[in-house]
């Protein structure tokens, strides 16, 4: 099995040119929010669930994953899930659904075209087209960074 300290090394020689980690940094939230707006505008049995749910179970299993490789990142990246939940809630109380949705998706294809335009600049594909599971890395990536700016040495 990978290490964390493995994916965050591969995904770190996909993104070397500047302009592109630029981009992965302006880029990389909004797609992990959009993703998860879009999961908390899908319809729910009110009688069971509330909305949100499909959105709450995801984060509980990508925060599994990031669990079973590293602790730190899990609960570094399980703060920003949970930043990201509220501020998801309180759009999606104050749009809508449909609203919601459409302003997700906007945000979405958006901000991939930012990534797209960053790895034209890196001359290089992006890591998930090799292995779907670097769409977990990339927001690990940028929290592990964060973590080192904060004086934790050991990230994963």
Same mark, same amino acid.
């Given at each position: 099995?990978?290490?964390?300290?493995?994916?965050?090394?591969?995904?770190?020689?996909? *993104?070397?040119? =500047?302009?592109?980690?630029? @981009?992965?940094w302006?880029?990389?939230? =909004?797609?992990?929010?959009?993703?998860?707006?879009?999961?908390?505008?899908?319809?729910?049995?009110?009688?069971?669930?509330?909305?949100?749910?499909? #959105?709450?179970?995801?984060?509980v299993?990508?925060?599994?994953?990031?669990?079973? *490789?590293? *602790?730190? @990142?899990?609960?570094?990246?399980?703060?920003? !899930?949970?930043?990201?939940?509220?501020?998801?809630?309180?759009?999606?109380? %104050?749009?809508?659904?449909?609203?919601?949705c459409?302003?997700?998706?906007?945000?979405?294809?958006? #901000?991939?075209?930012?990534?797209?335009?960053? *790895?034209?600049? %890196?001359?290089?594909?992006?890591?998930?087209?090799?292995?779907?599971?670097?769409?977990?890395?990339? =927001?690990?990536?940028?929290?592990?960074?964060?973590?080192?700016?904060?004086? !934790?040495?050991?990230?994963?």
């Open positions: 099995m990978r290490t964390m300290q493995d994916w965050l090394d591969s995904y770190s020689s996909d *993104h070397q040119n =500047p302009t592109n980690k630029r @981009l992965h302006i880029c990389v939230p =909004p797609i992990m929010w959009s993703v998860i707006a879009l999961l908390w505008a899908i319809p729910v049995p009110a009688n069971f669930f509330r909305p949100g749910s499909w #959105a709450v179970l995801t984060m299993a990508a925060f599994y994953w990031y669990w079973k *490789h590293s *602790h730190r @990142l899990a609960a570094a990246l399980l703060i920003a !899930f949970a930043v990201l939940g509220l501020i998801t809630n309180i759009l999606f109380s %104050e749009l809508g659904a449909t609203r919601l459409m302003l997700a998706v906007t945000v979405f294809v958006v #901000a991939w075209i930012g990534q797209f335009i960053g *790895h034209k600049y %890196e001359g290089r594909k992006p890591s998930f087209l090799t292995d779907i599971s670097y769409l977990l890395i990339g =927001p690990a990536w940028l929290m592990a960074k964060v973590l080192r700016k904060m004086g !934790f040495q050991q990230v994963t």
